[in-house]
């Protein structure tokens, strides 16, 4: 199974700031990461996939960087609805696995 | 509006069965590879089970193979999770989600339920 690491589990960040967060894989995953948003109580939604395309809707502030085995979730200007937990997700076999997520927490 | 609705959690003793659904609407889930993942209460995702377009494949974590069964009913655009031997461990949010390609290849969920919350407990 590929395991993914998020290795921040919270971080502290004020409104305005840049955000990076970063995900690694036990194995290559070549481009096959996704990344997704959760707020409490809420489903996941897609922010990107294959690691670096923004998904319809989504601001253009994410981005997302990365291949092999090293990726990267950037908000390039932090914004009040952004505080939320992020989680990425490689699906380049099965077993489908998630990293631990990061908490964006208010700072 | 394209949605997924779960249904069917609930409290139930260790060693017992339950059935999820997961109801779509605004398209046809037949046209597309749905999964089952969970999330348990205060920990990260993990994915569950997938079967393909054609329910000719289906695949299973580790941790629910041959206690878990996915399906899905063509007629009434629902996917199901079929959970037996129940465990404390089970107890999760358990969403539905979507792919966006039709066949069973590993990918992304473009389109998650809001989820129905299983508690296994004595």
């Known amino acids: 199974d590929i395991q993914m690491t998020q290795s921040l589990s919270t971080l502290s960040a004020s409104v305005g700031d840049r955000v990076s967060i970063t995900c690694r894989a036990s194995?290559?995953?070549?481009?096959?990461l996704a990344w997704y948003q959760q707020k409490p109580g809420k489903a996941p939604k897609l922010l990107i996939y294959?690691?670096?395309t923004l998904e319809t809707g989504v601001p253009s502030r994410f981005s997302g960087s990365g291949s092999g085995t090293e990726f990267t979730l950037t908000i390039s200007s932090l914004q009040p609805d952004d505080f939320a937990t992020y989680y990425c997700?490689?699906?380049?076999?099965?077993?489908?696995?998630f990293g631990g997520g990061t908490k964006v927490e208010i700072k | 509006q394209v949605q997924l609705v779960e249904s069917g959690g609930g409290v139930v003793q260790p060693g017992r069965s339950l059935r999820l659904s997961c109801a779509a609407s605004?398209?046809?889930?037949?046209?597309?590879?749905v999964h089952w993942v969970r999330q348990a209460p205060g920990k990260g995702l993990e994915w569950v089970a997938v079967?393909?377009?054609?329910?000719?494949?289906?695949y299973y974590a580790a941790s629910v193979k041959g206690r878990f069964t996915i399906s899905r009913d063509t007629s009434k655009n629902t996917l199901y999770l079929q959970m037996n031997s129940l465990k404390s461990d089970d107890t999760a949010v358990y969403f539905c989600?979507?792919?966006?390609?039709?066949?069973?290849?590993?990918?992304?969920?473009?389109?998650w339920g809001r989820g129905t919350l299983v508690s296994v407990s004595s």
């Open positions: 079967i393909s377009y054609d329910r000719s494949n289906k």
């Open positions: 989600a979507k792919q966006p390609s039709v066949d069973y290849v590993p990918d992304f969920f473009d389109l």
């Open positions: 294959k690691a670096s």
């Open positions: 997700q490689q699906y380049n076999s099965y077993p489908l696995t």
């Open positions: 194995q290559s995953v070549s481009s096959w």
């Open positions: 605004g398209f046809t889930l037949s046209s597309y590879g």
